[in-house]
């Protein structure tokens, strides 16, 4: 509006010292801070962090509640020997959940699995100080979601059971046929013998660039790339990261780094019509 009144004048201070360490950590099913539950920290539980550095999954951990009236002991149980065996098939390290002898596996922790966002345009941390608008590049944006991979193996599980107690509807004869993939040879036995039939076919070219030709080998060719995808990050070791809380002093010491301290002055090499011609979309 034209009445509109300038308030104040902010100086700008950019820096990518942190580059490509700042993200953006979103966690859209999480109701409460991402935070150690005070029953659990009691008992000495802490949230923990890994990455798979190639891939760039990142997963948190975090400990349960133990409290009787808000988690099934018994239900961890079977729980947990379902994740200590998912574990297993995926690779995963399990060596730190070392079990004494004659304990049984728990599920102890809830692990949130990200999954990145792609970013449009630049994002950017921006935290005003002492009158200072200091900003520093968000180079990636993750959301975290309870990874649950575990009750697969309780569902395959419960219909083995069910397919050996006789039912041939619910038995588990591993992965349905890739719908890409052509059917497969039918041989017939010698009492069904028939006599081979002559037909006439006729065979075209199609061009390199034919989509239609190539649609069922280019489906079955990315559902390959996928598989080889998930294999790849399944191989992929996981390395520890040390989850540092907002209060702690290693928190403390990362958020004081987000604040340059260069005065040097900086000069703007464009003009406004190469601003506004570059802004997508305008």
Request: a negative charge; one cysteine or more.
């Amino acid at each position: 509006m034209d009445d509109d009144e300038l308030i104040s004048v902010l100086p700008i201070h950019y820096s990518n010292s942190l580059t490509p360490n700042v993200h953006i950590h979103q966690f859209p099913l999480l109701s409460r801070p991402l935070q150690t539950p005070p029953a659990a920290a009691l008992s000495g539980k802490r949230i923990r962090a890994r990455i798979k550095p190639v891939t760039r999954r990142l997963e948190i951990h975090v400990p349960v509640d133990p409290r009787p009236e808000v988690w099934n002991g018994e239900r961890s149980k079977e729980l947990g020997a379902a994740r200590q065996e998912d574990d297993r098939e995926k690779n995963q390290d399990v060596g730190k959940m070392k079990l004494r002898e004659g304990e049984e596996p728990r599920l102890t922790e809830v692990r949130m699995r990200s999954e990145p966002i792609p970013q449009e345009g630049a994002y950017m941390l921006g935290v005003v100080r002492n009158g200072q608008l200091h900003l520093q590049p968000i180079s990636e944006t993750h959301q975290f979601r309870p990874t649950l991979t575990y009750l697969d193996i309780m569902s395959r599980k419960s219909r083995r059971s069910r397919g050996n107690a006789g039912s041939d509807e619910d038995s588990d004869d591993g992965p349905p046929p890739d719908p890409d993939e052509p059917p497969p040879v039918q041989i017939a036995s010698k009492k069904e013998k028939k006599p081979l039939e002559v037909k006439e076919v006729q065979v075209s070219a199609r061009k390199a660039g034919d989509d239609k030709g190539n649609l069922q080998g280019g489906l079955s060719a990315v559902r390959r790339e996928m598989l080889l995808a998930i294999r790849a990050e399944e191989d992929e070791v996981w390395e520890d990261l040390d989850f540092c809380d907002g209060e702690t002093v290693e928190g403390q010491e990362v958020f004081e780094a987000v604040f340059s301290q260069n005065e040097e002055h900086l000069e703007c090499q464009s003009d406004i019509t190469a601003f506004l011609k570059g802004i997508k979309g305008l």
